[in-house]
């Protein structure tokens, strides 16, 4: 059974900065894509961030592009998610989403197999 649990979404004030950080368990970790997306409130999902097994690519959002940056630890089996500059319009739940195996990066949800319970980043102005 896969696991993702994400951790560290908070409250801050535009301008500042959150690391999101997503534990994975059940599975080898380091052969799978991983990505993150956001939902706020009436608003559909969107993507946000993915990067590929081995972290040699990473491909962002225009929206969060420059501000946001996507990494991992595969000794760790972490992703993280550092989210600077933030803005009130970056305020949403974040979930972090596990890949098939050995796949591309994708930013289209449905190539995303296993998904976390999300954790809430608040931005205030």
């Known amino acids: 059974q896969v696991q993702l649990v994400e951790s560290g979404g908070g409250l801050v004030q535009a301008g500042g900065s959150l690391r999101l950080s997503c534990a994975a368990s059940g599975r080898t970790f380091s052969s799978y894509p991983m990505g993150w997306f956001r939902q706020a409130p009436g608003k559909e999902r969107e993507f946000v961030a993915a990067?590929?097994?081995?972290?040699?690519?990473?491909v962002y959002a225009d929206s969060v592009k420059g501000r946001f940056t996507i990494s991992r630890d595969n000794a760790k089996n972490t992703v993280y998610l550092q989210m600077n500059s933030l803005q009130p319009e970056d305020t949403a739940v974040y979930y972090c989403a596990g890949g098939m195996w050995a796949a591309p990066v994708s930013t289209a949800a449905q190539n995303y197999e296993y998904w976390g319970q999300g954790t809430q980043a608040t931005v205030s102005s």
């Open positions: 990067i590929s097994w081995s972290g040699g690519k990473t």
